[in-house]
C-alpha cells in the first residue's frame, strides 16, 4: 500500500459489543493463519489496518489489536486485565515491600476448556519464568498453520460460554482493556442500566484520563491513522459511553473518520417492561449523540425492531441460531462487520472512511442500515449471474439493522461488498453461441457483473459503491456451528451429502442510506412521545433532563425526515 498502511483504532464499549468483538478478532486471527495450500491469494485486505507490532520485555515479537476496550467489573471471567503477553513473572516475585501484607483474594474463575490450548499452540513459559512467543513469520500473527503439528481445536459448547472472554483466542496489548469498575457485570445491583450513567463515566477524571492516555499511546505510533471505528452497546448505559467517546474524539482528533456501530442483542421480552422502556430510551438518545459526533452511525441487530413492538429475528435460509444466545448473535454479526467494512481495509485502492462515510452520509443521512447474505448461496456449478438472476428483483440481503422489511423502501446510497467466490465463477461459463439468459451473462469481469446487476436493482441516480474479493469469510472455531447440512467446507449450496466441517463462507454485504430509516425512526420517536416519564424517573435521575428528552425527541424527528423518499441527490 503506498504511502503505508492506513491505520484504525478500534474501540469497543459493552458486554454485547465484547461478543461481537470477540467473533471479530477471531476471524481476523483466522484470516492472519492461512493455511499453506490457500486457494485464495495473499494480500487482499490489510492486517496493518488494524493491528500493531510491539515487543515485549523480553524483546518478543507482537501482533496484537490496536483496540481499547471498556466494559464492567466481573466482565472478564478468567482474562486478566493486562493480557498475558508481556507479563513478567520474575517482576512478579520481585515485591520490594518487607513489611505485613495482607492480602484480598477475589474469586478465581476457572479458564474455559476451549481457550485451555491457546496457550500452548502460541508459546511457552520458560522455567526461568519467561513467557517465550513462538515466532511470528513475516512479522504478522501468529505461526503458521499446519495440520501436521496444530492439533484440532476444541470446539465450545454454547453452555461453556458465560462471557465474551471465554472464547477469546486473541491476545490483547496491556493497553487494551480499561474496566469500569463502579458498575458490575453481574446481579441486579450496581447496573449501568442508563444513558446518562454512561455519560457520566467519562465526565470523571479517572476514566476519561484513562481513555484520553490510552488513545495518545496508539494515536500516537501510527502513520496514516484514517479513523476509528466504535463497536458500541446500544440498548444499555453504553449507548451514554459510546456518546461521550465519539464527542471525545471528534474534538480531538478533527477531520478523521468516526463510524460507530450500534449494536443491540436479538429479540426482548414483553414480560421485561423496565428493560424494554430502557432500551428504548438507550437506543434513542443513543443513535440521536452518536450521530451528532460521528461521521456515520449504523444499529446492527438481529432483532426485527428497534422499538417497543418486538418482532421476530431475521431469517437466514442456510444458518440455524439461537436469537437468545450473544455467543450466535454475535457471531453473525461479526461476520457482516467482516465484509461491510472491507473498503477501508483493502490494500490496493482502498476507500477510506471520510470518503465511504461521505458517500453515505450526504444532505444529513448519519445513519445507515446493513445487510448481508450469510452466506451466498452459489451452487458449484453455477456462475455469479446464474445466482443474482435467480435472487431476482427482492432485496438479496437480510436486514440486520432491526428496520424491517426493506421491501418497498427505496436506496440513496450503498456500499456493497461481496466475498469468497472462485475467480472462476465470476461470470457466466455457457458455450460461445449459447442464447445469453440475462444481460448479466454478457460481462466479461466478476466486477461489471456486481455493479450490473446492483444498477438493475436500483433507481436511477442511486450513489453506489461495489468491491468483489476472492477471500472468505473465515468460520472455524470457536465460531458456533450454525450451518446447515447442505454446505460444503467452503459454504458453496450442495445437491449432495456434506464434504465435511464449514470452515470458510462467501458472503454478500452492504451498507445503505435507505427510506426505511424514515418508518424506523419515526417510529422511534413514536413511542418515545408516548411514554409516561413519571413511571420511569429512575432514567431520568441518572443524570438526563426533561429538556434532553424534547431534544432528542425533536433531533429523532428530524433525522427521520432525511430519509423521506422524495429526497433527490441532485441538491
Same mark, same amino acid.
Not at 340 to 359: E, F, G, K
Given at each position: 500500500?503506498?504511502? !503505508? ?5 478500534? #474501540? ?112 511457552? *513459559? ?6 517465550? =512467543? ?8 501468529? +505461526? @503458521? ?17 458465560? =462471557?465474551?472472554?471465554? &472464547?477469546?483466542? =486473541? ?45 495518545? &499511546?496508539? =494515536? ?17 448505559? &453504553? ?5 461521550? %467517546? ?18 443491540? +442483542? ?46 421476530? @429475528? ?19 454479526? %461479526? ?10 481495509? *483493502? ?8 470518503? *465511504?462515510?461521505?458517500? *453515505? ?75 445469453? +439468459? ?30 468483489? #474479493?476472492?477471500? @472468505? ?6 465460531? +458456533? ?14 445437491? !449432495? ?12 454485504? %452492504? ?27 429512575? &432514567?431520568?435521575? %441518572? ?29
Amino acid at each position: 500500500m503506498a504511502g !503505508g498502511p492506513r491505520e484504525v483504532l478500534t #474501540l469497543q464499549l459493552g458486554h454485547f459489543a465484547g461478543f461481537v468483538g470477540a467473533h471479530w478478532w477471531n476471524q481476523q486471527d483466522a484470516a492472519l493463519c492461512r493455511p499453506t495450500d490457500a486457494k485464495e491469494p495473499p494480500g487482499e485486505l490489510c492486517p496493518d489496518v488494524l493491528y500493531r507490532t510491539g515487543r515485549t520485555l523480553h524483546g518478543q515479537e507482537t501482533y496484537t489489536p490496536r483496540l481499547i476496550l471498556m466494559d464492567l467489573k466481573g466482565s472478564l471471567s478468567s482474562l486478566k486485565q493486562e493480557g498475558g503477553l508481556y507479563k513478567d513473572k520474575q517482576l512478579d516475585a520481585a515485591i520490594a515491600w518487607q513489611g505485613k501484607l495482607t492480602t484480598h483474594k477475589e474469586e478465581i474463575y476457572p479458564k474455559n476448556p476451549y481457550l485451555q490450548d491457546l496457550l500452548s499452540a502460541e508459546g511457552v *513459559l520458560n522455567s526461568d519464568g519467561i513467557w517465550r =512467543v513462538k515466532s511470528i513469520p513475516n512479522g504478522k500473527g501468529p +505461526p @503458521p498453520f499446519t495440520t501436521a503439528t496444530t492439533p484440532k481445536p476444541v470446539i465450545p459448547t454454547e453452555g461453556s460460554i458465560r =462471557v465474551w472472554s471465554d &472464547f477469546l483466542r =486473541v491476545h490483547l496489548h496491556p493497553r487494551s482493556i480499561c474496566m469500569i469498575q463502579k458498575y458490575n457485570h453481574d446481579g441486579e445491583a450496581g447496573r449501568l442500566e442508563a444513558f446518562g450513567q454512561g455519560e457520566s463515566i467519562l465526565k470523571e477524571p479517572k476514566y476519561l484520563e484513562e481513555l484520553e492516555d490510552r488513545l495518545h &499511546f496508539y =494515536v500516537e505510533e501510527c502513520d496514516y491513522l484514517q479513523g476509528f471505528q466504535i463497536l458500541c452497546d446500544l440498548h444499555n448505559g &453504553f449507548s451514554g459511553v459510546g456518546a461521550k %467517546a465519539a464527542e471525545l474524539l471528534q474534538d480531538e482528533y478533527s477531520g478523521r473518520g468516526i463510524i460507530t456501530w450500534g449494536l443491540l +442483542p436479538g429479540p426482548y421480552c414483553l414480560g421485561e417492561p423496565q428493560k424494554n422502556i430502557y432500551r428504548l430510551l438507550n437506543t434513542a438518545f443513543g443513535l440521536v449523540h452518536l450521530s451528532a459526533h460521528s461521521s456515520l452511525v449504523c444499529p446492527l441487530s438481529l432483532g426485527g425492531s428497534l422499538g417497543l413492538q418486538p418482532e421476530p @429475528p431475521v431469517n437466514f435460509p442456510h444458518l440455524q441460531y439461537d436469537a437468545a444466545l450473544p455467543f450466535h448473535c454475535g457471531a453473525i454479526l %461479526a461476520t457482516a462487520l467482516d465484509t461491510i467494512t472491507v473498503p477501508y481495509r *483493502l490494500c490496493s485502492s482502498p476507500v477510506s472512511m471520510v470518503h *465511504l462515510a461521505d458517500m *453515505l452520509n450526504f444532505s444529513g443521512k448519519k445513519v445507515v442500515t446493513a445487510g448481508a447474505t450469510i452466506p451466498f448461496p452459489l451452487v458449484p456449478s453455477q456462475s455469479l449471474p446464474d445466482t443474482l438472476m435467480q435472487l431476482g428483483e427482492a432485496t438479496p440481503w437480510t436486514p440486520l439493522s432491526a428496520c424491517g422489511d426493506p421491501s418497498g423502501t427505496c436506496c440513496f446510497a450503498q456500499s456493497v461488498v461481496l466475498r469468497g467466490l472462485d475467480r472462476a465463477c465470476h461470470t457466466s461459463q455457457l458455450t460461445p453461441g449459447t442464447p445469453l +439468459p440475462s444481460p448479466l451473462h454478457a460481462c466479461t469481469t466478476g466486477e461489471e457483473v456486481l455493479a450490473q446487476y446492483l444498477q438493475q436493482q436500483q433507481q436511477p441516480r442511486v450513489r453506489s459503491s461495489s468491491h468483489l #474479493l476472492l477471500t @472468505p469469510c473465515k468460520v472455524v472455531p470457536p465460531y +458456533p456451528y450454525l450451518f446447515s447440512s447442505s454446505l460444503s467446507q467452503q459454504g458453496l449450496v450442495l445437491d !449432495g451429502p456434506p464434504t465435511g466441517a464449514v470452515e470458510s463462507i462467501p458472503v454478500l454485504g %452492504a451498507l445503505c442510506s435507505s427510506s426505511s430509516l424514515n418508518r424506523t425512526l419515526g417510529d422511534l420517536a413514536k413511542d418515545l412521545a408516548r411514554l409516561d416519564l413519571r413511571r420511569w424517573a429512575s &432514567f431520568m435521575d %441518572a443524570g438526563v433532563e426533561q429538556d434532553d428528552l424534547e431534544e432528542t425527541l425533536q433531533e429523532l424527528r428530524s433525522l427521520a425526515q432525511c430519509y423521506q423518499s422524495g429526497d433527490s441527490l441532485m441538491d
